[in-house]
């Protein structure tokens, strides 16, 4: 069974500032799927971004990129320019293919005027 | 598209009574996934559909529970009869395929007391 981990329960970040978010995922497959959601107080999942696991390249949307460590089953993702709409619980994700979604435990992102 | 649809958005109900919960998905989606958010134990997959057949109800867990797909457009999460511990928020998702990005509903905050 696949696992994924969060360390950081709770991180807080001056506006303008940058947060890494860390995730570690436990799997012996080699095709899957990476993802970060994004959970506001008003209680929607939204996809931040979204990585194949056979792409070298990271991915990048915006302000958000991943560092995507595959060897370190490592996926962290980076807030750059940290805005207050930012505030939320990021969800590390794992999906093998053909697969489950399997989420990490949440990491609560605080963002500080 | 509106989205994936869920309602209620907040159920209270006493101990041992059914409850329903219903699900829209987003038009042409083939996947459609029912979650369940809880403090202790995160977002778990309680059971997923794929074109209306259910595909994986390992998460569910126990048989007061039930999952329904009638038609592309519709499906319900039945618990009868209800407990406390299943207090929680009740998300649907729906995908066009297993691992493209899944679209969250808004959930529905479940209270059994």
């Known amino acids: 069974a696949q696992t994924v981990t969060q360390s950081q329960p709770e991180m807080s970040v001056q506006e303008a500032e940058t947060v890494t978010l860390s995730c570690t995922y436990d799997?012996?497959?080699?095709?899957?799927?990476l993802f970060w959601y994004k959970q506001p107080p008003s209680r929607q999942m939204i996809l931040v971004i979204r990585q194949e696991a056979y792409k070298q390249q990271n991915a990048t949307e915006n302000r958000f990129s991943v560092n995507f460590q595959k060897a370190a089953k490592s996926f962290s993702l980076k807030i750059s320019d940290s805005q207050l709409g930012d505030t939320a619980m990021y969800f590390c994700a794992f999906q093998a293919a053909g697969n489950k979604l399997t989420f990490g435990g949440g990491t609560r992102v605080l963002v500080k005027p | 598209d509106a989205g994936v649809i869920q309602s209620p958005r907040h159920e209270v109900t006493e101990m041992g009574q059914e409850v329903t919960l219903r699900c829209k998905p987003i038009s042409g989606h083939d996947y459609l996934f029912w979650y369940r958010q809880t403090m202790m134990r995160g977002l778990e997959l309680l059971i997923y559909?794929?074109?209306?057949?259910?595909?994986?109800d390992s998460g569910m867990p126990e048989d007061r529970f039930s999952a329904k797909m009638p038609n592309a457009s519709f499906s319900t999460l039945k618990i009868q009869p209800s407990e406390p511990r299943d207090s929680a928020v009740y998300f649907c998702?729906?995908?066009?395929?297993?691992?493209?990005?899944?679209?969250f509903g808004q959930g529905t905050r479940l209270t059994v007391v």
């Open positions: 799997t012996s497959e080699s095709n899957y799927y």
């Open positions: 559909f794929n074109n209306n057949v259910p595909i994986d």
């Open positions: 998702a729906s995908s066009h395929q297993l691992n493209t990005e899944a679209f």
